[in-house]
């Protein structure tokens, strides 16, 4: 709400790149249980559980961040005491952006950290100490997409930018379970991360861009809640389809999930302009 329209996609650049260095230094973090068996000579059990200990003590640290938030953050509603909500015009745009959004998000939780190590464990053998650098270097790639895409989108725009990245990231992880060896299948994974995260602040910039101020609380927390909820999903229905076919079918499923989302997405909304293209167009 402190935003222009020029800003406004840059501003959540940089917000996701915050986020994404806690998540490269988290990565790092999983080091901590070979470090404390080496150092403190802890057995294999202990180590995870003091690792998981910390882990709980960052989370309840995060907590208390939101309390320094301005409330200048938020527009004010029509009326103190009412819920947000979406005026007739909005709600259909919104509910459709929510349901295509959990589309990929499902896709996402087939795609999980967690879900994307075991395979890396399984198929290749490798512990703690390999996938942590990994992922510390995905999570800074990841970071540095961030601040691409917001130059990318006052060029070509935020769903062209969210759908022209993305689509290449899934079609690049969809390869690596054919790959022969770990180094070809890392750089192929790396090279995935420099792409798949640039649609999320042009996600959120285009959300709140395509409906009034008063509306930009409730279209945006209708989209996370759907996101949530079908993120959940996939860890879920990821567990079984394991058992039968094995560690990779994740990586197969999750990113052809994500291909239907991002060709959905731009038949959806490619005629549907935020104000500061709508004005570029205009000039």
């Known amino acids: 709400q402190l935003s222009g329209h020029q800003e406004r996609t840059l501003r959540f650049a940089w917000y996701n790149v915050a986020v994404d260095s806690g998540n490269a230094l988290g990565s790092l973090l999983a ?19 003091w690792t998981w200990c910390f ?35 909005s709600r259909p745009r919104i509910f459709k952006f929510a349901a295509l959004s959990g589309l990929d ?11 994307l190590s075991y395979w890396f464990f399984q198929r290749f053998g490798v512990s703690e100490v390999f996938l942590g650098p990994l992922f510390f270097v995905a999570r800074l790639a990841n970071g540095l997409s961030h601040l691409g895409a917001a130059w990318l989108a006052k060029r070509i725009g935020l769903v062209n930018t969210m759908v022209f990245t993305h689509l290449p990231s899934s079609l ?67 567990s079984p389809l394991i058992a039968v076919g ?18 959905c997405l731009y038949r959806a909304f490619k005629h549907i302009k935020p104000p500061e293209e709508m004005v570029k167009a205009a000039k």
Not at 35 to 46: A, K
Not at 248 to 263: E, R
Request: net charge negative; glycine share 6%.
């Open 55 to 89: 882990y709980a003590v960052l989370c309840l640290a995060s907590a208390l961040l939101p309390l320094g938030i301005s409330d200048a953050v938020e527009s004010p509603t029509p009326s103190e005491k009412s819920l947000p909500h979406l005026s007739a015009e």
């Open 105 to 115: 998000s499902l896709g996402g939780g087939f795609l999980s950290t967690a879900l």
């Open 172 to 238: 690049l992880l969809l390869t690596i379970p054919f790959m022969p060896n770990l180094p070809v299948a890392s750089i192929l994974f790396v090279l995935r991360e420099c792409l798949v995260e640039m649609d999320v602040p042009t996600r959120q910039s285009y959300i709140v861009a395509v409906v009034k101020p008063e509306e930009r609380l409730a279209a945006a927390g209708i989209t996370n809640l759907t996101r949530g909820a079908a993120w959940a999903l996939g860890p879920l229905l990821a």
């Open 246 to 263: 094995g560690a990779a079918i994740p990586l197969l499923v999750g990113p052809s999930i994500k291909v239907v989302y991002d060709l």
């Open 31 to 49: 080091l901590l249980p070979a470090l404390l068996r080496q150092q403190w000579h802890l057995d294999t059990l202990p180590s995870y559980q």
